[in-house]
């Protein structure tokens, strides 16, 4: 090899290897740019829904405003179509229970917006249920021992009772006091069902070591309910309802529903007792507002005061919430009176859905006899 040779080998090598370094520069470069930009793509995204959520509260004239506007549109449409049925709910296809369409509301464009109207007064009221009633409950449906099932009532009967007199197989302060740490006895309704946890035999069937409510205590909760109070809707109750309420009464649940003019009862069962209604007694109305990815809810759970008064004072141009002048309001209790508002809000919340639907076996009873006659 020449000395010519040599030097070009020798002069190469380095150049190579300098060239290979800015090549792995190069790379290493470009990979800190691909994981800067997928940063600042995931960045960007998350502020945008972060700047949509707190709109929701920025802009309460554009966002909130319109979601209780639905609400009252709601509101407004059930007592119209009740109003039209002589002041009587019975089941939604009445026609209320699709008040945007009824109303003809324009949503906005981007919007996403949706209300949905559910009858709570198809469960038993476990706060002023007899307590022969509810142990038909805990041995037919929720399938407990005759002994268990009146453990069980008597717990709940010393709970809600005003004295502080125990039943044979109750419980009242002086047991629970016991308890580490100690605390008394209600002595007033459930507020809600996970108040069960606190009494005795209920929390070891109903709730596992932790405290959680466990598969039984999800079934009862289809069935009863701490809100509603008065007589069980038939037209919406389920199907274990109905079974209880018919063993009760000694009526058939069977044929419940056959040879109707309309899709709903308009009257209970001949040998039906004040537990068994065909009216609405309690609704849960929420509306589901959507912009971008960001929801927003209102749900709110109502009571029904449809009389007369309401209704001759509709048929008088005077609708509900109106004034009688012109003067400024400042909101006082004898100002809210004087509304004659046709609903008694009991719960109203934001972001909650108001738990999870039950199934009215009144569906399940017109399904199967419309695909018995498809045969």
């Known amino acids: 090899m020449t000395e ?20 792995s520069v190069l790379v290493a470069v470009l990979a800190v740019i691909l994981v800067i930009t997928f940063m600042v ?24 405003a319109f979601a209780y506007g639905m609400l009252e549109v709601a509101l407004a449409t059930i007592q119209e ?6 002041g ?25 917006v949706s209300v949905t109207i559910r009858d709570e007064s198809g469960k038993l009221p476990i706060n002023t249920m007899s307590e022969a009633l509810l142990n038909k409950l805990l041995e037919e449906p929720l399938d407990f021992d005759f002994g268990t099932a009146r453990e069980l009532s008597s717990m709940l009967a010393d709970w809600i009772d005003e004295d502080d007199s125990q039943r044979l ?14 605390y008394r006895a209600a002595n007033a309704p459930l507020q809600s069902l996970e108040e069960l946890r606190l009494l005795k035999v209920w929390q070891d069937e109903f709730f596992d070591q932790t405290g959680n409510p466990n598969e039984r205590f999800a079934q ?56 068994s209604g065909v009216e609405v007694g309690l609704l849960r109305v929420t509306v589901s507002l959507k912009r971008g990815n960001v929801p927003f809810t209102i749900s709110a759970l109502v009571e029904p005061k449809f ?19 012109a003067a400024p309001k400042t909101g006082t209790i004898e100002e809210q009176d004087a509304l004659n508002y046709p609903f008694t809000i009991l719960q109203l919340s934001e ?20 695909e018995s006659d498809s045969f």
């Open 88 to 112: 009587k709910l019975y089941a939604g296809e009445q026609g209320w229970n699709d008040p945007i369409t009824y109303a003809g509301i324009a949503v906005p464009n981007g919007w996403d």
């Open 169 to 182: 197989n109750g419980a009242e302060s002086e047991d629970y006091l016991r308890e580490d740490p100690g």
């Open 351 to 370: 972001y909650t859905l108001g738990g999870a639907e039950t199934s009215s076996a009144r569906y399940s009873a017109m399904d199967i006899a419309a």
């Open 4 to 23: 010519l040779d040599t030097g070009l080998t020798a002069n190469t090598a380095p150049r190579a290897h300098h060239q290979r370094q800015r090549g």
């Open 41 to 64: 793509t995931r960045f960007m995204e998350e502020a945008v829904n972060d700047l949509e959520y707190r709109a929701m509260f920025n802009e309460p004239t554009d966002v909130r």
């Open 220 to 275: 009862l909760a289809s069935l009863v309910s701490v809100m509603h109070t008065g007589a069980v809707n038939l037209n919406a109750a389920p199907e274990e309802v109905l079974e209880v309420l018919a063993l009760q009464d000694g009526w058939q649940d069977d044929f419940l529903f056959d040879g109707l003019d309309q899709p709903y009862l308009k009257s209970p069962p001949d040998r039906a007792t004040a537990s």
């Open 307 to 325: 009389s007369e008064t309401s209704a001759s004072s509709s048929t008088n141009s005077s609708a509900a919430g109106s004034a009688s002048d």
């Open 81 to 86: 179509v009740a109003l039209i049925d002589d």
